[in-house]
Nanobody, 120 residues
C-alpha cells in the first residue's frame, strides 16, 4: 500500500511564501515522476510543476520564476517552494507520483491535497 502525504499549505498574504512537502511511503521500489497539481474552485486540475528521477523539471507558465520544485530521493519526498504568491495561486494542491511496487507494478498515485489560500 502506497500513500502520499502532503503538508505545508495554509493562508498567506500576497507576496508571501509557502513550502509544500509530499512524502511517499509504503513498499516502494522506485519513484520516477513526481509532480504538483492544483485545482481552484470551478476549474480543472492543472499541472503546476513536475520533476523526473533525474532532476529534469517543467513548470506551468503562470508559476515560472516564482515556484521551484525539488525532490529528496532518499526521503521519497518532493517539495514545492512557492514565492511571490498571488491570489490566483489559491487552490488545493495535489501531489502526484509514478511509483513502482511489487504489486501492482508501476502506477500513479495522488495525495489527499493541501489547501493554499493567498489573500490580497
Amino acid at each position: 500500500q502506497v500513500q502520499l502525504v502532503e503538508s505545508g499549505g495554509g493562508l498567506v498574504q500576497a507576496g508571501g511564501s509557502l513550502r509544500l512537502s509530499c512524502q511517499a511511503s509504503g513498499s516502494i521500489f522506485s519513484i520516477n515522476y513526481m509532480g504538483w497539481y492544483r485545482q481552484a474552485p470551478g476549474k480543472q486540475r492543472e499541472l503546476v510543476a513536475d520533476i523526473t528521477s533525474g532532476g529534469s523539471t517543467t513548470y506551468a507558465d503562470s508559476v515560472k520564476g516564482r515556484f521551484t520544485i525539488s525532490r529528496d530521493n532518499a526521503k521519497n519526498t518532493v517539495y514545492l517552494q512557492m514565492s511571490s504568491l498571488k491570489p490566483e495561486d489559491t487552490a488545493v494542491y495535489y501531489c502526484n507520483a509514478q511509483i513502482a511496487t511489487l504489486s501492482p507494478g508501476e502506477s500513479f498515485y495522488w495525495g489527499q491535497g493541501t489547501q493554499v489560500t493567498v489573500s490580497s
